[in-house]
Nanobody, 121 residues
Framework: QVQLVESGGGLVQAGGSLRLSCAAS???????LGWFRQAPGKEREFVAS????????SYADSVEGRFTISRDNAQNTVYLEMNSLKPEDTAVYYC???????????????WGQGTQVTVSS
């Protein structure tokens, strides 16, 4: 079992920045960690993922160049640094964990409870 707890969401103006954190506990030793998001009325979508070593990082086209994913294995924590935020980034952001690579077409084995990010125009 893996438990994921997100923090760091909030309200920010367009062009601003936020940093999300996700603390993982349980069987994290073999996990990819990542972030998905779900906007009102839309399906949940992939945002970014990172391998355990940090050597493999993947991003959705919509956030490439603006968001950065990183992890601290000593703290079992994954971060999502979000810059140049846009109103269309408004969504509930979910931390996710998987034993295999996370991407747009994958389904994580574990989810966090989500944290709201709202970007005002």
């Amino acid at each position: 079992q893996v438990q994921l707890v997100e923090s760091g969401g909030g309200l920010v103006q367009a062009g601003g920045s936020l940093r999300l954190s996700c603390a993982a506990s349980g069987r994290t030793f073999s996990n990819y960690l990542g972030w998905f998001r779900q906007a009102p009325g839309k399906e949940r979508e992939f945002v970014a993922s990172i391998s355990r070593s940090g050597s493999i990082r993947s991003y959705a086209d919509s956030v490439e160049g603006r968001f950065t994913i990183s992890r601290d294995n000593a703290q079992n924590t994954v971060y999502l640094e979000m810059n140049s935020l846009k109103p269309e980034d408004t969504a509930v952001y979910y931390c996710a964990a998987s034993v295999s690579r996370l991407g747009p077409s994958t389904t994580p084995g574990y989810w966090g409870q989500g944290t709201q990010v709202t970007v005002s125009s």
